[in-house]
């Protein structure tokens, strides 16, 4: 296979495709994510054999016990699917939409509409239901999508493709408007990321090192993050009643996503008092402790063993662990967290406990990252979280799409303007 040539005509397709999705009426695309879901639902004992060849291959190659897990569909999964499918469907049309009209002086009335941005292109690892979550949401929100997921989950990611075309040509909807690159040769990533004329925007979805090298080698606009490096700060007036469970839900209750604590920052006020119950919390759940010379101090007088502390490097200020470790740093106030937080975060989610009105809103003003939050864990920054229905990724970018990205993300808006015949004196 010439690649280039492949995912040029891809391109080509999808180009074709986004013409006509922008014109599809809320219910042509409503029909298909239901019909979707119902050819998902009906071709389970096909996407289970299907997802046993990637499992079996995925075994002989000696792929690490968590990737597998991500990597299997299960009849769980397969339902979760089918249902995220009808949840999309029922989510509002934002393709359309008017807003801000105002009328001018001159007699026109000027207002913004969201229009679609046009084709998608979406790089992915591991798991096979992102092919049917993405398909969802670049459907509904109009776009056409190419999907180049993991080669580990080749069979995986064309059986829900197949269930996918067969949901468009139900609705009369061109099966085009979702391709899912069938050739696991890497050229296809460089040949996508490169093709400006047929690819509006790059989403990619997976390791660092994946998206680190489709920021540096790309042609089309890329929304992405790299890193998850989120902080709670622990104020001079937090409630003693939220701070050790805002904590742990933060940290503890997953360790693997983004929006994950891995960093926790204290008001050296209240580290004394705080500090020994947080550390006790934490390794009574086996996570370890890198922190400054002030928290190790207090942690060591509280009783807390050697063998859960370590002293943090300037390294772990800035890193994300994705494992049972957090960062701990006591700084002298809010100016000094504020400091710190915004020194070394990846701006993705900051969160601060404090019952003060004027520090919550200073925090908020001045913590630059997508999402900020005041006496709630970092685990809701989430696009169904925030009542989004679902979204295709979070973007630590500042420009269009910040955060969750749901189906509002992935539109963008042109000015309209109505007139009744006036001309520009």
Not at 32 to 51: F, H, I, Y
Not at 78 to 88: F, H, K, P, R, S
Not at 145 to 161: C, D, M, P, V
Not at 205 to 232: F, Q, T, W, Y
Request: proline content about 4%; overall charge neutral; glycine content about 8%.
């Amino acid at each position: 296979m010439d690649t280039q040539a492949y995912m040029e005509a891809l391109g080509r397709q999808a180009r074709a495709a986004s013409r006509q999705l922008a014109a599809a009426s809320t219910d042509a695309k409503n029909r298909a994510l239901r019909a979707m879901a119902a050819a998902v639902r009906a071709q389970r004992e096909s996407l289970l054999a299907a997802n046993a060849r990637d499992l079996e291959a995925a075994r002989a190659a000696g792929l690490d016990a968590a990737l597998i897990d991500r990597l299997a569909l299960t009849d769980k999964v397969i339902a979760t699917m089918a249902e995220g499918l009808e949840q999309v469907a029922a989510l509002p049309d934002p393709v359309g939409e008017i807003t801000d009209m105002k009328r001018r002086p001159s007699g026109i009335q000027v207002g913004k509409m969201r229009v679609p941005l046009g084709v998608i292109g979406i790089i992915y690892e591991s798991r096979p239901n992102v092919t049917a979550d993405a398909a969802a949401l670049c459907l509904k929100s109009g776009n056409a999508a190419i999907l180049r997921g993991g080669k580990e989950a080749l069979h995986s990611n064309q059986a829900i493709a197949a269930c996918v075309r067969a949901g468009l040509a139900e609705a009369g909807l061109p099966e085009s408007a979702v391709q899912v690159v069938e050739t696991a040769d890497r050229a296809a990533v460089g040949a996508m990321i490169t093709m400006p004329e047929y690819v509006d925007v790059i989403v990619p979805r997976g390791g660092k090192g994946l998206i680190e090298r489709i920021s540096r080698d790309a042609r089309v606009p890329v929304i992405k993050h790299l890193d998850g490096n989120c902080h709670v700060y622990v104020d001079d007036d937090a409630d003693p009643a939220k701070v050790v469970p805002i904590v742990e839900n933060a940290k503890t209750q997953r360790y693997a996503p983004c929006n994950t604590t891995e960093s926790l920052v204290v008001a050296r006020g209240v580290a004394q008092r705080f500090l020994p119950e947080i550390g006790r919390m934490l390794t009574g759940k086996g996570v370890e402790i890198r922190g400054c010379p002030k928290t190790l101090a207090i942690l060591r007088e509280a009783g807390i063993g050697q063998q859960h502390l370590r002293e943090a490097t300037e390294q772990d200020w800035r890193e994300e662990y994705l494992a049972p470790i957090i960062a701990v740093k006591v700084v002298d106030g809010l100016d000094a967290a504020i400091e710190h937080i915004n020194t070394y975060s990846s701006q993705h989610t900051e969160a601060i406990i404090t019952e003060n009105y004027s520090s919550a809103m200073r925090f908020l003003r001045e913590v630059d990252s997508a999402s900020v939050m005041v006496n709630a864990s970092t685990r809701f920054a989430d696009g169904f979280e925030y009542g989004l229905g679902a979204e295709i990724g979070i973007s630590t970018d500042k420009i269009h799409a910040r955060g969750p990205v749901g189906l509002e993300g992935l539109t963008s808006q042109k000015w309209i303007v109505f007139g009744n015949g006036e001309v520009r004196r």
